[in-house]
């Protein structure tokens, strides 16, 4: 069984920057592609960004690239998630999820939440205008 904890959510005004942590359970965590999605009141579950077991690939949604960067620390069985430029769009619940798979994915395959099989609690971002 995996836990995941985000942290790092708050208030922010547009144009500022955040940096979410996710904190993980587990002794393979190395091994996990893991991932950051997000939703919004009223809208779908939308993938932000992915990252490869080694960190040595990354993946990003089109409406943060450039913005947003994702990375890992195996060592201390985090990911983090670097926000910049924040908009009033990128409100949302961000949520942390792993892969215990972790094998290579294309982009189209890690932006599906359902090969994603654990989840955390989510983290509460809100930009204001």
């Known amino acids: 069984q995996v836990q995941l904890v985000e942290s790092g959510g708050g208030l922010v005004q547009a144009g500022g920057s955040l940096r979410l942590s996710c904190a993980a359970s587990?002794?393979?965590?190395?091994?996990?592609?893991m991932g950051w999605f997000r939703q919004a009141p009223g809208k779908e579950r939308e993938f932000v960004a992915a990252i490869s077991w080694s960190g040595g690939t990354t993946y990003y949604g089109d409406p943060v690239k450039g913005r947003f960067t994702i990375s890992r620390d195996n060592a201390k069985n985090t990911v983090y998630l670097e926000m910049n430029s924040l908009k009033p769009e990128d409100t949302a619940v961000y949520y942390c999820?792993?892969?215990?798979?972790?094998?290579?994915?294309?982009?189209?395959?890690?932006?599906?939440?359902?090969?994603?099989?654990?989840w955390g609690q989510g983290t509460q971002v809100t930009v204001s205008s």
């Open positions: 999820a792993a892969d215990p798979l972790g094998s290579p994915v294309s982009t189209a395959q890690a932006m599906g939440a359902r090969r994603y099989d654990y």
């Open positions: 587990g002794r393979s965590f190395s091994t996990y592609l």
